[in-house]
């Protein structure tokens, strides 16, 4: 069975004081959390802080964002290489905030997807539809669209050091969740998208489910065959929350 791997996403909340309280608490729990890798992705001003206070912990760490270059003449980004000054081993790529508020797109993505590869930092793929495209049917077009961009640019065997996470934008942040049936189909898909170009990476393939994720819809969502964690936003700034998340396994 592929193991359980639970990210908090932060994003643009909290502080220095909030970040020591909050991963206090996540480490001094890791003993009961055999069951699953857990990463947390603070915002970066904090990742130097976090490092110190993950140094002896099984808790990874990760960031929320990466330039697609390595170095140079690019105010206010932050690269792979200095991620992992930070020891950060993953990094989230193409957020649905990203996308929409920050222009990103399947191009960039992919550029930051092998940005990240370069420097042996693990992506995690956000990819999901907006609701219009739920509506109309397009769920499956657009998420195996963005999938197949990253696998154009880095290449199928690419996906042997990532992770992808499915999240449904009209989910993310709203308490409204994909049921566990509605996430396992596009769970299902992508793997199958992977499978028919790579058998064994899409076996082993880590695919998280992303949108409003808590303590209480956790279970049912990980019980599913095909979800394989979950990236957490909100929910990831409760210690006991996210700790509960953790050690959900349907
Ligand atoms: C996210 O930010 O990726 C996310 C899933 O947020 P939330 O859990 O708050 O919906």
Same mark, same amino acid.
């Given at each position: ?91 989230? /790529? #193409? ?7 920050? =222009? *990103?797109?399947? %191009?960039? !993505?992919? +550029?930051?997807?092998?940005? $990240? ?9 956000? /990819? #999901? ?7 109309? =049917? *397009?769920?499956? %077009?657009? !998420?195996? +669209?963005?999938?197949?961009? $990253? ?100």
């Amino acid at each position: 069975m592929r193991r359980l791997l639970v990210a908090g996403n932060w994003k643009m909340h909290g502080s220095r004081d909030m970040a020591a309280a909050l991963i206090g608490d996540i480490v001094s729990a890791t003993d009961n959390l055999q069951a699953a890798d857990v990463i947390v992705c603070p915002p970066f001003p904090f990742l130097g802080l976090a490092q110190k206070l993950l140094a002896d912990s099984p808790v990874a760490l990760g960031g929320q964002n990466i330039s697609e270059h390595q170095q140079g003449a690019y105010t206010g980004e932050v690269s792979a290489p200095m991620l992992v000054e930070f020891g950060c081993r993953f990094v989230i /790529v #193409g957020h649905s905030e990203r996308r929409t508020l920050y =222009g *990103e797109n399947d %191009a960039s !993505v992919a +550029r930051k997807f092998a940005a $990240a590869q370069r420097s042996k930092l693990i992506p995690i793929l956000c /990819v #999901g539809e907006t609701l219009e495209e739920r509506e109309r =049917g *397009e769920t499956e %077009a657009v !998420v195996l +669209r963005q999938v197949q961009s $990253a696998v154009d640019v880095a290449g199928v065997e690419a996906f042997a050091d990532a992770v992808v996470a499915y999240e449904p934008v009209w989910a993310i942040g709203t308490g409204r969740t994909a049921s566990p049936e509605q996430a396992q189909e596009v769970h299902a898909l992508i793997r199958q998208k992977i499978s028919e170009q790579d058998d064994t990476i899409a076996g082993d393939l880590r695919i998280l489910y992303g949108g409003s994720v808590k303590a209480s819809n956790a279970v049912s969502l990980f019980g599913m065959p095909d979800i394989d964690g979950g990236l957490i936003g909100g929910a990831s700034l409760d210690g006991d929350e996210f700790l509960s998340i953790c050690r959900a396994r349907g």
